[in-house]
């Protein structure tokens, strides 16, 4: 009995094609709900719309094609230039994906890039919006769990290994450019290498005090959370962020 059920599912009829659209509404809503909890530049509703357009999109190209095996079949015959490659829905879907990705990426003042992983995420709901299109149904609940667990639980593994690398890039905002040499003296002071120094004067990118991105590498076992502490300390010092 649960075979036929889920033969007739994975079928394309009418019933599975609106449980597959119910399911790209919940899976990407799932991973929208987390996104937009932070505030995100995507948040819920526009994961859902991104998982239903893509599994539509499927949905479509299954439909055309059976349509050009049935009902069109003389005409598809008859006129080569009816034929139509199904598989183009998917990868119209894509690069539209790349475009509405690419608004989610912003560069901080502080030269801080954020929005990537709100980008992957939409282009990997389209790409699980597919699956379900499809009918692939045991690939697209799992793939909706890992992007979940990815998302909520593995934070912390990103944040360890970025912890713990060496070569770090720290944005500090200072009350004049002259602090520049109390920043890196107290950097020398702990054995820091400093690479490069990138200044910016007030007033640039509408910023009302002098700034500076320091490019650095850090001597063994020194924690992040140490050196910044140490350079927050410093009077002259307004703001510090590690980028």
């Not at 790209?24 to 239903?52: D, S």
């Not at 829905?89 to 608004?103: M, R």
């Not at 909520?152 to 713990?164: A, D, N, P, V, W």
Request: proline letters at 2%; hydrophobic letters at 45%; glycine letters at 8%.
């Amino acid at each position: 009995m649960l075979k036929e059920i889920y033969a007739y599912l994975t079928d394309f009829n009418a019933v599975s094609g609106t449980l597959r659209l119910f399911l790209a509404l919940i899976c990407g809503g799932i991973i929208g709900y987390e996104r937009g909890k932070k505030q995100r530049p995507a948040g819920t509703r526009t994961y859902m719309m991104v998982c239903i357009g893509a599994a539509l999109s499927i949905l479509l190209a299954i439909y055309f094609d059976e349509m050009l095996k049935t009902v069109w079949l003389e005409i598809s015959k008859n006129n080569p230039r009816h034929y139509t490659d199904v598989s183009r829905f998917g990868a119209k879907v894509i690069n539209g994906i790349g475009f509405l990705g690419a608004g989610t990426i912003i560069v901080t003042s502080s030269q801080k890039i954020k929005g990537i992983t709100t980008a992957a995420g939409l282009f990997a709901t389209a790409c699980m919006g597919f699956a379900i299109g499809a009918g692939f149904y045991s690939v697209a609940i799992f793939s909706c769990v890992l992007m979940w667990l990815t998302i909520t639980k593995f934070g912390f593994i990103e944040k360890m290994i970025t912890s713990r690398t060496r070569n770090v890039n720290i944005f500090v905002e200072i009350k004049e450019l002259n602090d520049i040499a109390s920043v890196a003296k107290v950097l020398r002071d702990n054995n820091i290498t400093i690479y490069d120094i990138e200044t910016k004067k007030a007033g640039e990118e509408n910023r009302s005090n002098p700034a500076a991105i320091f490019s650095l590498r850090l001597p063994k076992r020194q924690h992040h959370a140490i050196i910044t502490s140490q350079i927050a300390a410093i009077d002259k010092v307004i703001m510090i962020e590690e980028v």
